[in-house]
């Protein structure tokens, strides 16, 4: 066999080897992860433990997001790191919530009261670390200077209020 067709071959399955490997954990968009309590034990992280209080009743799905705490990142469609979602009981939640490094992020939380999918103004609930106020005027979205803390390379525990209309 030829030596250069050779050379060739393997540069180029190497190439595709490369293509074919994930891509590093800050490049990640869009995991779906279940609650995994384990991941806060002491010794372990980076990860948040996020206590979501004040939830309304035991109807629907409770969804928790993560975002890098950024501008670009905050609250964007599709940016989101890692959701976990888990039927929603009355009262509060524990979720652990990994995150790829240490660095700064935000969470958000939404208790889908009927559990359609939908956003329902009138019906279901919200949270966002740092418990910012949300109003009229900035349509729930809050700036991410607002919601963003910082992540070292242990877990770090937030407590959340959920809000409804």
């Known amino acids: 066999m030829n030596r250069t067709f050779v050379a060739v071959t393997g540069i180029a399955a190497l190439a595709l080897t ?8 800050e490049a990640q968009y869009r995991q779906k992860i279940t609650n995994d309590a384990s991941k806060c034990a002491a010794g372990n992280g980076p990860a948040v433990r996020v206590t979501i209080t004040g939830i309304k009743e035991s109807s629907g799905t409770m969804r928790v997001q993560s975002y890098r705490g950024t501008k670009d990142d905050w609250l964007e ?4 790191i890692y959701r976990m979602e888990a039927p929603a009981r009355a009262g509060s939640m524990t979720f652990c919530m990994p995150v790829p490094k240490p660095g700064t992020y935000g969470i958000a939380a939404r208790h889908d ?8 103004i009138f019906a279901d609930g919200g949270a966002m670390s740092n418990n910012p106020s949300i109003n009229i005027f900035n349509l729930g979205k809050p700036s991410y200077k607002k919601v963003a803390f910082n992540v070292g390379p242990g877990v770090e525990a937030i407590s959340i209020r959920m809000r409804y209309r």
């Open 18 to 25: 490369a293509l074919a490997a994930p891509a590093p954990a």
């Open 113 to 120: 009261v009927n559990g359609n999918g939908d956003t329902d």
């Open 77 to 80: 469609k599709g940016k989101w």
